[in-house]
């Protein structure tokens, strides 16, 4: 069997690049993977169905040049939240005096302004905190009409047209996907994108919406960033194929304090239940404009890698920065360097969760065992959705994981998983055949020699998802 030799990570934790105005030429693109990105972020926030068309298809003729599966993440905005315009543009509100917000679309002024969500008004209770402009400035609900509230500025400072609005202390009953948010989500799946990233989400009933609209055709990555959905963690969990630690909202709506709990929670509640979780916003953000990271930022990277985090994510420091190419080459030093630290292996080991009790777990619980034993090179998991290299990786093993799929879609979905190199391999009719595959694979990408064991997993009937029966011990000859 001929495999073509492929680019090969030295590290387990992936790089999720954000593409935008700096990175998206060909040129660009390939340098940041080669520098390490493993699945590139189009955010649907900004730029047209046309500029996130040619990024796609950038993406796709790179993993065909290449030969890796390179995963493909679309972010959809979610319904944000704004105030109307101002007379001017942009006033100041002082502390102590009092805001009206209503429904009258007029421009406002230092006393009152237009608040375009009646939903806000109908849930708002007195008392409720609104938070405008990224937490900048803070009101309280004095009064409630119908059509309006009237609150008291507790932190004042300069607003100005359509800034955002957090209401940190109730469930809004709106929905997690607005009609903009449908069109890009249907546009996205016809250009086949591997994960759709849902904002926003409050509700586990937020995500089955997503999962019922994707039908299948993609991984739902739902992003925390309200402290809702913390409230709903393992519900939204159970339903998400993957998680984000979306810090940028997250930090807005919770105090600073809680922000790195929250993550931790996340992260652990994502390796218990075997879905990949990303941390993600201002882990290098000096780097927007600064060649070189702050010490903060990089121990902030750091810390998700030693937390057992699947991958880190770059946003504006990528799409729109000055160094995209450095911030991801400095990224991938930081993640291999802390993964070549002996703390970190004894921390990964420690807070490894117990196999659940299911035939899948106990085979994936024991591949791990089994490879450390014998000291293998590399566990290969066949696998049709990706169920079965997910399990090997929840175990965080001390050698690679090869996902071998005979899906391209479950190999690129693989590119954001702990530990996971993927390889689309053709269908199989036997044990033999698939030991013969395995065996190819391992020496040809580089990860054993002659003489070396890997460990092999497989399923019996051939091909079949949720079948993994099979554990191997194979020799390189």
């Not at 926030?45 to 995963?71: K, V, Y």
């Not at 194929?241 to 105090?255: F, N, S």
């Not at 053709?426 to 990408?445: C, R």
């Not at 003489?451 to 079948?467: D, K, Y």
Request: hydrophobic letters at 45%; glycine letters at 8%; charged letters at 25%.
């Amino acid at each position: 069997m001929t495999v073509r030799p492929r680019l090969r990570r030295h590290r387990r934790t992936k790089i999720v690049a954000t593409l935008g105005p700096a990175s998206s030429n060909r040129e660009v693109l390939t340098r940041l993977f080669h520098a390490g990105a493993d699945v590139f972020r189009l955010n649907f926030s900004h730029g047209s169905h046309a500029d996130h068309a040619a990024r796609i298809a950038l993406i796709r003729a790179l993993a065909e040049e290449t030969g890796l599966p390179i995963g493909i993440l679309a972010d959809v905005q979610g319904p944000k939240l704004r105030v109307g315009a101002f007379q001017g543009g942009r006033v100041h509100l002082q502390t102590g005096q009092t805001l009206r917000l209503d429904l009258n679309p007029t421009p406002g002024n230092t006393r009152r302004v237009c608040l375009p969500h009646p939903e806000i008004i109908a849930a708002a209770g007195i008392g409720t905190t609104l938070l405008l402009d990224d937490g900048k400035l803070r009101l309280r609900v004095a009064r409630k009409r119908e059509d309006h509230l009237e609150a008291e500025v507790v932190v004042g400072g300069p607003l100005s047209d359509r800034k955002g609005v957090n209401v940190p202390d109730v469930v809004l009953p709106i929905p997690a996907l607005t009609v903009k948010d449908r069109e890009d989500i249907a546009f996205a799946l016809d250009h086949g994108v591997d994960y759709i990233g849902l904002s926003f989400v409050q509700r586990p009933e937020d995500v089955a919406e997503a999962r019922g609209i994707a039908g299948g055709r993609a991984w739902i990555l739902t992003k925390l960033e309200k402290p809702q959905a913390l409230e709903n963690l393992d519900a939204i969990m159970a339903l998400s194929d993957a998680v984000m630690v979306a810090r940028g909202d997250l930090g807005v709506e919770l105090p600073p304090e809680e922000v790195p709990l929250a993550q931790k929670r996340i992260v652990r509640t994502a390796r218990q239940a075997g879905k990949p979780v990303v941390v993600a916003t201002q882990m290098l953000e000096s780097m927007i404009s600064a060649p070189a990271p702050t010490r903060a930022e990089a121990s902030d990277v750091a810390t998700a890698v030693f937390d057992g985090a699947d991958a880190v994510m770059l946003s504006a420091e990528t799409a729109a920065g000055q160094y995209p190419f450095e911030a991801v080459n400095i990224m991938d030093r930081i993640i291999a360097r802390v993964e070549r630290d002996p703390g970190w292996r004894a921390i990964i080991d420690a807070s490894r969760p117990a196999p659940e009790p299911s035939s899948a777990d106990a085979i994936a619980a024991a591949a791990r065992q089994v490879a450390h034993v014998v000291g293998a090179r590399a566990i290969l998991a066949f696998t049709a959705t990706g169920s079965t290299a997910l399990r090997v990786a929840r175990e965080r093993p001390d050698c690679p994981v090869i996902g071998l799929t005979t899906s391209a879609a479950t190999a690129n979905r693989l590119a954001i998983v702990w530990g996971v190199h993927a390889v689309e391999v053709a269908e199989m009719s036997s044990l033999a055949e698939t030991n013969e595959i395995a065996v190819g694979i391992a020496k040809a990408e580089g990860f054993a020699e002659a003489g070396q064991e890997i460990v092999i997993t497989a399923g019996v009937p051939l091909g079949v998802s949720g079948t993994t029966n099979t554990l191997r011990v194979a020799r390189i000859e």
